[in-house]
């Protein structure tokens, strides 16, 4: 049963904020080839390979006067068609070729007050499910088979 869909898939050679488009990712157990982050000792590894956020999100935060698009909160998966509040760590999903573990709630840090003060409030709850704010700020994923996601691509909740 496909739930979603792949909007955008992002990357940045040198890390940072915002992360751009690309056509297809290909992906391995340490994240989209070629991907880089700014702070290396806060973001990746195999625990954080991807960051997940959804279209709805950046919607609903750019309603408060934030100015947010795909890739803009230096996410290499945008998605539309799920959930964000109904995230949990431990669930799986298959994207494209690729099936994921969502592994930890992305706490937003202060790169993203390039979009404007306050963000990051707008972003997280706290590590509350009840939060009307839960995962708006994404979630970071471990890969638990490599392959490869493009735009368009359906997203699925496998686990």
Known sequence: MSLGRVVQV??????????????RGEVTP????????AHPQIHGGPRQALL??????????SAQGFSLYPGALGENLTV????????????????????????????????????????QAALYGGSDPSSPRWA??????????????????PV???G
């Open 10 to 23: 992002c990357f940045s050679s040198h890390g940072g904020v915002p992360k751009r488009p690309i056509a």
């Open 136 to 153: 708006l700020g994404g979630f970071y994923a471990a890969v638990v088979e490599p392959g490869s996601v493009a735009a368009g691509d």
């Open 80 to 119: 539309a068609g799920l959930t964000p509040r109904a995230w949990r760590p431990g669930q799986r999903y298959r994207a494209g070729g690729v099936t994921l573990e969502l592994t930890k709630l992305r706490w937003p840090c202060d790169t993203l007050s390039v979009y404007g003060l306050g963000i």
């Open 156 to 158: 699925t909740l496998v």
């Open 30 to 37: 340490l994240g989209i080839v070629g991907d880089s982050w």
């Open 52 to 61: 997940i956020v959804a279209a709805e999100a950046l919607e609903q935060v």
